[in-house]
């Protein structure tokens, strides 16, 4: 995809789908969603590439996890403790980073370097403004050039809608942060509705998704009955740890919006918190329960004193492929980034 620079980008319609397509793999009971945008740089490409990558990217990428954090960018972080998953660990954390504010600038950039199965780097970098406009590069160079020319990537409602539950959760109100996180992209899991009108919500997103199958010629999947009991549980706290990190990872330079993801990590049942270090710095290892990721591991580290993620170490459960994604968060000016002054 990195060869198909003179390909036109895809216009909303196109996003829409793909997010369509992702969205399928949320509605699988045992499927876990995971973000490949945060983790891919994707240049121009067209609508047909853009669907068929979100449907691919959506089952291959979509059974990862993660054990202790390392990767071939340093030394393993050694874990020196690990106790069950509190509030206070990461609302105490919240707290002073909400009370510390967000550093000066206008957006916030976030480089990732991924290792995949051949365990050379990728990386990918992602401003996201205050205004809500996100810009990406795969290079220091083509980021500066986008956002110059003012290349954003067209708005999508479901950014908009993890940075408020984010936000709504870091200024007090958890339980309504918690929900509006969950159903940011469409509540096919009826959350907080009847039975009957959860029932019309799941068959519509089951024919939404089948609709979209069949415009990028693929075939359409069984429909499923709607999950209960703990699956359906399960399924939820899958959308609350994705949705989650996709706020963070898009904007975790921004104070407010950290505070908030730090606020809702700490409602997701069974979650380890693990203290450890990294390059010689205080962390937190955040372990996500297998059982809500269909048995995949997945391992958050962020930094103990201000809740910047550090490094997220995956491994798909069936069959085992590794993953290992480093992370540097920071606070810009648009204008010093179109000048090449990062």
Known sequence: MKNLRDVPSPGPEAYDRARTALQAAMEEPVATVVRPKRWLSWPKVGVAAVGAAAVAAAVVLGTSGGSVPAGPSGPAPQAVEAQPAVEA??????????????????????????????????????????????????????????????????????????????????????????IAMITASGNALGLGLSPAEADKAWAAAQAETAELFRKIGKPVPAPKPRPTGKDLENLINNHLWSNTEHALFANAADAEVRAGVLKLYATIPDMIVGQTTVDGQAALSLTVPPAILGGSKDVLVINAGNGLPIREEITSAEPSKHYVVNYKSSRVTLADVAAGKI
């Open 89 to 178: 660990p990461l609302v105490k954390l919240a707290s002073a980073v909400k009370a510390a504010g967000t550093q000066p600038g206008d957006a916030s950039l976030i480089v990732n370097t991924k290792f995949g199965l051949d365990g050379k780097p990728d990386l990918a970098y992602t401003i996201y403004t205050d205004q809500g406009q996100q810009f990406t590069g795969d290079s220091m160079k083509t980021l500066a050039h986008a956002v110059a020319k003012g290349d954003a990537e067209p708005a999508q409602p479901y950014d908009k809608n993890v940075m408020a539950a984010a936000r709504l959760a870091a200024n007090g109100d958890v339980d309504k942060g918690r």
